[in-house]
């Protein structure tokens, strides 16, 4: 066995070289994930119960629709699923197989996830490399980036009846697309966009696959309000203020005894509030809350 060299990175870093062979990987991926998001979409028909027709429809949504709406937006010739039926062929033909087998199980669990992760990576990349070529802005080309990725999974679901998984509670979807996107838009301006393709692919499949295992989500609790709550506790320290300067032009006499010092409702507020919010129970949160309204109501009388 020789020695590991590194004679390629010339011919990465060399856009001549370097593209034709990254264009052929993305080409491989895009027409696998097609066909693997057509399979996911028939599984969803399947645990949703409709017939062969909601099988081809919703997959359909899964494999081609983010790629869809986002050639409509861009508007730059004809959409890219629509002008090539063998994207159309692929997808259902993902649903026909999902028709004809029944996948379940924690092994098509672990292979969906990974090659979801894989495919959105890949996607996203696509999406922002699309998006940059035509003249768009970055921020732009990052939203197509990520509504190639994850625009697909987000009208299936709408169809369904259900919220969006990549509305949070599920395995991150957003971040890793933006995070692939972003990748890809550095290195695009750079004038290595192979290097840049294959970069945002890692990174965004790298995250979405670490989401995965170690359970990484966003937050979804509906009482999480930092900035309300913040404005509620200096509305009342306003009221307070102005209601002891009342008081104060009130007197008459300075002999009575100063007012005793008020106690400072930030702290005690702060400090009982920082260790329920540390009970991740649902009766911790239910205690947290209850606590919030008793002190506004006790502060306010």
Known sequence: MGPVTLDFLPQLLDPQQAQPGVQALYRYIDIT??????????????RQEYDIIGFFFLALFSALGGGMVRDALIQRGTVAAVASPEYLILAFSGA?????????????DRVSAHADAIIAGSWAVTGATKALTFGLPVLSALFMGVLTATGGGMIRDVVTGHRPQVFGGNQL?????????????????????????????????????????????????????????????????????????????????KSESPEPEVPDPDYSFEEILRAMHEDETDEGRHNEREFISAWLAWQAR
């Open 33 to 46: 994930g097609v066909f693997l998001m057509g399979v996911v979409g028939g599984t969803v028909a399947r």
């Open 96 to 108: 026909l197989i999902a028709w004809l087998f029944h996948f379940r199980g924690p092994l098509w």
């Open 173 to 253: 979807a957003v971040i890793p697309a933006v995070a692939a996107a972003a990748v890809c838009a550095v290195f695009h301006h750079s004038d290595m966009q192979a290097v840049g393709m294959i970069l945002g692919l890692l990174v965004g499949s790298g995250l979405a696959i670490a989401s995965h295992w170690f359970g990484w989500t966003l937050g979804t609790d509906p009482d999480f309000a930092p900035a309300t709550m913040t404005a509620r506790q200096i509305a009342h320290l306003a009221r307070s203020a102005t209601r002891r300067g009342r008081k104060g032009r009130s007197e008459t006499s």
